[in-house]
């Protein structure tokens, strides 16, 4: 029995469940005003749909990761697609947890979407299985990231409880400094997410062209002795590349709208890996973003959050605050276990210290700090409502950050996340 062709199978049927799941919550939220059931009615059908949908997806996506396990010898979450596919499915496990508690239909519609977005994302990096480096063989490794990882997947539910509640209360046809601030914001998060969704269509979109480009990176460093080393890698490109490698030759490069060449030079003081491609990556996908955001903004003649906010004036905002405070105080606890407590004592036996200040440790402390911050503004200051939503939103692009941007700008021991 081939474990890794059920794996694929399983994850590729996880997928397609979640977008029609997706869809199903989409109908649910913008399908109301066409329908001839009544609103709640209409919403407690396709919602019930959307919910049973996850849950196969879900069930699918837990055999992609068992299967997966049983062929590839090891738990798949030790590079950055098994992780994000990981993540992707810790999300969904703590939509469900949610849902079951608070039976909010409409909460899927902005979790479900999340989730096929990690999936698509994940997709990017290379999926073969790829052998353990001795720093991951290890059973606390297991145990640090899935429950990080489960940690911020309640934090991402929260996330996206907290962003219906803007939608939801931010009104729309304010015209005073205050009010237009508070719409630009909320339009702001919403195109960082067009961002990542042009990043994806960029990325499938060159590679399905096949493109290509490849260059010739000398890395100096020097040693503890004081030793000068050179390094030459190759560094394969998979969009045109508008940034070069840092101290790079070109060895081959297909033209694109006329450009022969790298229009410049990565700095130097990037030194994540293949820093050079992902900042090229980083522009293609504000680009990529900006004409998809665009083309939205042309078809809809107005902010994207202002064509969403009339779907959601059946949604109590109370309620979508409870839940979001509510997701990330079982996320916390999980969190700090995962990120904190089992980190240092696999840093302990990995690396012969429990803390190093390496960038990926130090921004997982900013994260529990800026949650820790959350829940003692939220418990001891009182801050609810509008307050408390953007704070939860903030939170989760720390994360976000966290996960990826540190990879993308800065070395350190976990750059292997990256490869």
């Excluded at 299967?67 to 590839?72: D, E, F, L, Y």
């Excluded at 060449?261 to 900042?279: I, Q, T």
Aim: with cysteine.
């Amino acid at each position: 029995m081939n474990w890794l062709d059920i794996s694929s199978t399983a994850f590729q049927a996880a997928f397609y469940l979640y977008c029609a799941s997706f869809i199903c919550y989409a109908i649910a939220v913008g399908g109301k005003r066409w329908s001839n059931r009544k609103p709640e009615d209409h919403n407690r059908r396709w919602g019930r749909f959307g919910f049973i949908l996850a849950v196969a997806g879900w069930a699918c996506h837990l055999t992609f990761f068992f299967t997966r396990w049983k062929g590839g010898g090891h738990i798949p979450t030790s590079n950055m697609y098994e992780f994000m596919t990981f993540l992707a499915m810790a999300i969904v496990f703590a939509f469900i947890i949610v849902h079951l508690i608070y039976r909010n239909n409409l909460l899927g519609a902005f979790a479900i979407p999340l989730v096929v977005i990690i999936i698509a994302y994940a997709a990017v990096f290379p999926s073969e299985v790829q052998p353990l480096i001795p720093a991951l063989n290890n059973y606390w490794l297991k145990i640090h990231v899935t429950t990080a990882a489960t940690g911020e997947a309640f934090f991402a539910v929260g996330f996206a409880a907290a962003l219906v509640q803007l939608l939801r209360v931010i009104d729309f046809a304010r015209t005073d400094k205050a009010g237009r601030r508070e719409q630009k914001w909320v339009e702001f998060v919403l195109f960082f997410m067009v961002v990542i969704i042009g990043f994806l269509v960029s990325v499938f979109a060159f590679r399905g062209g096949g493109y290509e480009a490849k260059f010739q990176q000398e890395k100096v460093s020097i040693d503890q002795q004081g030793v000068q080393q050179s390094v030459t890698q190759t560094v394969e490109y998979g969009l045109p590349p508008i940034v070069a490698p840092y101290n790079s030759e070109k060895l081959s490069m297909q033209p694109y709208l006329g450009i022969k060449d790298p229009l410049f030079e990565a700095p130097s003081w990037m030194n994540g890996v293949n820093a050079g491609r992902k900042l090229n990556t980083v522009i293609w996908s504000l680009l990529s973003g900006a004409v998809l955001y665009g083309l939205l903004r042309l078809i809809a003649r107005k902010p994207i959050a202002a064509v969403i906010h009339p779907h959601l004036s059946d949604i109590d905002p109370e309620d979508l605050d409870e839940i979001s405070y509510r997701a990330i105080a079982i996320g916390f606890p999980i969190f700090t276990l995962g990120a904190l407590i089992f980190a240092m004592i696999w840093a302990q036996i990995a690396w012969s210290r429990f803390w190093g200040w390496d960038p990926k440790e130090v921004w997982a402390l900013i994260t529990w700090l800026f949650y820790s911050a959350y829940l003692h503004l939220r418990l001891s200051r009182g801050w609810q409502g509008t307050r408390s939503a953007w704070l939860a939103v903030i939170g989760f692009i720390v994360v976000l950050f966290t996960l990826i941007g540190v990879n993308l700008v800065i070395a350190g021991l976990h750059s292997y996340a990256g490869v």
